[in-house]
């Protein structure tokens, strides 16, 4: 029975669905009933465009049909095999089935329903509509249990009118009756223009499908060229530390750990694309399956009534396409590590942050857009603390080296080359790289710059030891009732409104800056795009006036932070630790 279905839907008509009566080839090879055809080219007149319903091929003229009489014998031959072939208790309806209307006994399956009898017919019964030229103009579609709801329950007339205003189906007497001064059109006419819409929704379903297809083959490509990329990374980290010292040889498994921990990280990110990817298409192609079911329902009013019931299209939650950077895999990281081969102590102790900076800068996808939301910048959260060998002798440090004040006294005494001298400032212990948020809020008469520098920064000496004065720096002075933005000895005004807390986000890769209004909402103060060179430090000054106080806050919602500048400062203590990506 399996082989008879098949060469049904071989031979049935798309338009109708039911075998080919009279059938008609046109020239790109699909066949229908000449009938169907016919009344198909007649709906498209108006347009002066013919079209094949199966390919959508166009013909300017309107071809001529001629019978296909071997395809005719083909159709027949099949009716017969059919009858043939399928057991009675086939042919009989069920429970789940619908059954013809003018069976007498045991009811047999109703092959069609026609649209203005409103009866169903199994195949016996069904002959006349398909013989006699009076049923010519009826409209056979699948058989439906639901014929009766095309009836007006008012007037118990066939609801061939469709109300806009109410949106509901309405026979005619109801038109020139309670909806008389709505909008009204024929069933056909709201069928033919519900179909534009329809077929529009198909269209971008389709290219969403078509777009995540191309982002799929995109990632699954990235993934194999980012693991082929590792692995060669691997070994040649593995070549270079060979000939290297004991020393080298013992942090050697340092960096492969880092690598396979970024290369699991991004394998899982590009994971993560995919699984969502999948389910958007499998949502679309189920969306296109509905859709395509909707389209081919004959029955004007159970479409509309399908239509209405019919859920907006959800957005896309992927972009539209998913580009990949070109070669930022790991070939940098190879690249840091052959450089230094011969600087042994430079490479464990000052120069480890190349490789780190290398590792942290492998990324396949388009760079995350920068967050809209407090919540967002969560994501990004560092904790950073002071450190007391940079700040002036007359700030204290608290709460944990996160707070720092005024005071009138030395607090440090013992000198240090890395502290500040001239100006009250402190530099973080941590290092900046990647992405990073902090937030800093400040008390008193003072001012405070919140800044990000270079850790070579001058400390003594003029003003170009100054957070803003230098191109070392980029700073953001808040004092009362203004705020302004200094980077090389220009600065900027950008708020005339006092500013407490201040949330500054940085990612160091994309070379962007900013820095924002924290309060109820997040109000953007000013951005910078530039290149970085370096690994930034988080910086606070403090405008001499005793009391003032800033403070790095701790954000209890905030994500672990890097264990990158973790990784090096353990590394130059001697210890190491697991690497936690963002």
């Not at 490789?355 to 990004?380: M, N």
Request: with cysteine.
């Amino acid at each position: 029975m399996a082989g008879v279905q098949l060469q049904r839907e071989t031979f049935s008509c798309s338009i109708c669905l039911d075998l080919l009566r009279d059938p008609g080839t046109l020239s790109c090879g699909h066949s229908f009933c000449m009938n169907c055809i016919k009344d198909h080219w007649d709906s498209e007149a108006v347009k002066r465009i013919y079209s094949c319903p199966q390919c959508r091929e166009i013909f300017m003229l309107r071809p001529k049909l001629t019978k296909n009489f071997m395809l005719a014998d083909l159709v027949e031959e099949l009716k017969k095999t059919e009858l043939h072939a399928a057991p009675a208790h086939h042919c009989y309806a069920g429970a789940e089935d619908v059954a013809c209307d003018f069976c007498n006994g045991r009811k047999r399956k109703a092959l069609k329903s026609c649209l203005v009898c409103l009866a169903s017919y199994c195949e016996e019964h069904l002959q006349p509509h398909h013989q006699s030229p009076a049923f010519k103009k009826h409209k056979l579609v699948e058989p439906s249990k639901n014929l009766q709801e095309n009836i007006c329950p008012r007037h118990d007339e066939v609801m061939k009118m469709f109300c806009r205003t109410d949106q509901q189906c309405i026979c005619y007497l109801c038109s020139v009756d309670e909806h008389k001064d709505h909008d009204t059109v024929s069933a056909a006419t709201e069928r033919t223009h519900k179909q534009r819409d329809l077929d529009l929704s198909q269209e971008e379903v389709q290219q969403r499908l078509r777009d995540r297809d191309r982002d799929m083959k995109v990632l699954q490509q990235e993934r194999k060229s980012l693991t082929l990329s590792a692995d060669k990374a691997v070994k040649d980290t593995d070549e270079s530390f060979a000939e290297t010292m004991r020393l080298l040889q013992n942090r050697s498994s340092d960096v492969k750990q880092q690598i396979r921990s970024k290369l699991e990280t991004e394998v899982r990110r590009v994971t993560d694309a995919e699984e969502k990817l999948q389910q958007e298409i499998t949502q679309l192609k189920k969306r296109e399956a509905e859709l395509k079911q909707l389209s081919l329902t004959h029955d004007h009013n159970q479409f509309l009534l399908n239509y209405r019931s019919l859920s907006a299209l959800s957005p896309s939650t992927h972009s539209s396409t998913i580009n990949v950077r070109p070669l930022r895999h790991f070939e940098d990281v190879r690249a840091a590590v052959a450089k230094d081969r011969g600087q042994l102590q430079d490479l464990l102790i000052e120069k480890w942050t190349n490789i780190s900076l290398a590792v942290e800068q492998v990324d396949v996808l388009l760079t995350e857009p920068e967050p809209k939301t407090r919540a967002g910048f969560f994501r990004y959260s560092q904790e950073i603390k002071l450190d007391p060998n940079t700040a002036h002798t007359q700030l204290l440090l608290s709460e944990g080296n996160r707070k720092v004040t005024v005071m009138n006294v030395d607090v440090y005494c013992l000198p240090h080359t890395d502290r500040f001298t001239g100006y009250l400032q402190v530099l973080s212990q941590e290092s900046l790289t990647g992405r990073c948020y902090w937030e800093v809020e400040w008390t008193g008469r003072g001012g405070v710059y919140v800044a990000v520098t270079y850790k070579n920064i001058s400390r003594s000496g003029s003003d170009e030891c100054v957070f803003g004065f230098n191109d070392k720096s980029w700073a953001l002075l808040c004092e009362q009732n203004r705020c302004r933005f200094g980077h090389n000895r220009i600065w900027t005004d950008v708020s005339g409104v006092t500013v407490s807390r201040v949330g500054v986000y940085l990612d160091h890769r994309e070379g962007l800056l900013s820095f924002y209004r924290v309060s109820d909402t997040m109000t953007l103060l000013h951005r910078v795009q530039t290149t970085f060179t370096q690994p930034l430090y988080a910086g606070v000054g403090l405008n001499y006036s005793l009391g003032t106080t800033a403070e790095l806050c701790e954000l209890k919602d905030a994500s672990s932070f890097s264990t990158i500048h973790d990784l090096r400062s353990m590394l130059e203590r001697g210890h190491i630790i697991p690497y936690v990506p963002h």
